[in-house]
């Protein structure tokens, strides 16, 4: 059974970093575009970032500049490097992982509180 495990998360001041990490169990990974998504309190999930199998990305407008996502194969392990943090960037971060094998898979969020 595949799962995925998010880390990383915590509380940090505004312009501070956090790097989240989303790490899969199972054998798909390899052949998944990994996606990082985010929900505040009373709004919609929406997608952060991506990463295709072969390391193509793409950035939510709101995000560009400041967050990467990156992936390591042999770790099966997919990052979100989060710069200049800014409070409105708080919420619970998920990821998930989109293949021709399965159904989206999700993980189970971490929370990212951005707060001076």
């Known amino acids: 059974q595949v799962q995925l495990v998010e880390s990383g998360g915590g509380l940090v001041q505004p312009g501070g970093s956090l790097r989240l990490s989303c790490a899969a169990s199972?054998?798909?990974?390899?052949?998944?575009?990994i996606n990082w998504h985010r929900q505040a309190p009373g709004k919609q999930r929406d997608m952060v970032a991506a990463?295709?199998?072969?390391?193509?990305?793409n950035y939510a407008d709101s995000v560009k500049g400041r967050f990467t996502i990156s992936r390591d194969g042999a770790k099966k392990t997919v990052y979100l490097q989060m710069n200049n943090l800014k409070p409105e960037d708080t919420a619970v971060y998920y990821c998930?992982?989109?293949?021709?094998?399965?159904?989206?898979?999700w993980g189970q969020g971490t929370q990212v509180t951005v707060s001076s």
């Open positions: 990463i295709t199998t072969f390391g193509g990305t």
């Open positions: 998930s992982a989109d293949s021709s094998e399965t159904d989206r898979i």
């Open positions: 199972g054998n798909i990974f390899s052949n998944s575009v």
